[in-house]
């Protein structure tokens, strides 16, 4: 496949969020600032891209009764090597993202790339499945990060650029904000995912 | 006692797993088109949630803490709660096979639901003490299961209305769960 087909699939028609609904849970729970979003995405794409191939290049050897919680394993050792190395590097995101590091292991897209993509193609291939899969993840974060924070805020990736006076909607950066505003993305990327359909056609 | 019903009030409205934690989002969309489902599947987490918190105590404090393997932690912890899953369903099979015929499919499910290992996690991180961890676990799996059970009675009746085409499906869902949370929201402040 190529690999511009296979980003246009990863961000848009067949995106981890808005297409298949897999990941929620950190992508309400860290998209308060766009910042944020960015993190939890690239530390996500991080351990996609790792697991991916390490499951491809051991494809063969693990027992497929076995294989799911072997998968697990392989995930959660990649989490673990995250976890530290946020937590060494960068100890501000490490804080805000928190609960969520260790969580990245029960994220539904990890496994079930693991399992539908992973398990069966070559290691190159799972490479690239792992970088387009985990940007289109990060891209989608980033922009309902950046949505909230300049409703809720002001401010686009913590520079602020409403006076001080003006008026925010803080419910945006606040747990209801996040549920509102991703069902509202959700309806306009089904219309984009029309739209892109309808030019192929 | 008073700081426990405090304890158990915070966490089942006040600190709910799924509005303010953002924990169990996954099966709070997906199994909640019915409101029977949504039933069978608050029965299955608050189970396997309050064993596992009592569990992932118990490896935690007698068995990564005194080797000294705390980081560990999240490996074990997975595999601890997938063989548990395991663990409870064939149990159940062989001693309640009503019970198992009930939350049978939700059982698999509930591996891969963060709301378990967040749970275990949080409770190891403030630094509950065993009773405190299984009460505290079972009073957030009545919390995913009130938040479960008063959604899946809405979208049930959403079924009967008109809803802008755009908006079907999962879209006006999380717009109904933004709207309860919302609601949630109204608890805060009750408990500190």
Known sequence: MKIGEKFKKAFFTENPVTGLLLGLCPTLAVTSTAENGIGMGLATTFVLVGSNVVVSILKNVIPSRVRIPAFIVIIATFVTIVDMGLQATMFELHKTLGLFIPLIVVNCIILGRAEAFASKNTVWDSFVDGISMGLGFTFTLFILGSIREILGSGAILGYNFLPETSPTILVFVLAPGAFITLGFMLVGMNKINKVLQGSKS | ?192
């Open chain 2, 1 to 192: 006692m008073a700081e426990m019903i405090l304890m158990i009030v915070g966490a089942v409205f006040v600190n709910n797993v799924v509005f303010t934690k953002f924990l169990g989002i996954c099966p709070y969309l997906g199994v909640s088109k019915k409101l029977d489902t949504a039933i069978g599947m608050s029965m299955a987490v608050t189970f396997v949630l309050t064993i596992a918190g009592a569990v992932t105590y118990i490896v935690q404090n007698y068995v990564l803490v005194p080797i000294g393997i705390q980081y560990l932690q999240t490996i074990v912890f997975i595999l601890v709660i997938a063989s548990l899953v395991q663990f409870v369903e064939i149990v159940m099979k062989k001693t309640a096979p009503a019970l198992y015929k009930a939350l049978g499919i939700f059982l698999p499910l509930i591996t891969t639901n963060c709301a378990i290992l967040g749970v275990a996690i949080l409770s190891v991180q403030s630094n509950l003490n065993f009773i405190n961890t299984v009460v505290f676990s079972f009073a957030s799996a009545i919390g995913f299961g009130l938040a479960l059970i008063i959604f899946a009675g809405i979208r049930e009746a959403l079924d009967t209305r008109k809803v802008p085409a755009a908006f079907a499906g999962s879209p006006i869902a999380l717009i109904i769960a933004g709207i309860l949370a919302l609601a949630f929201m109204g608890f805060s402040g009750m408990v500190k």
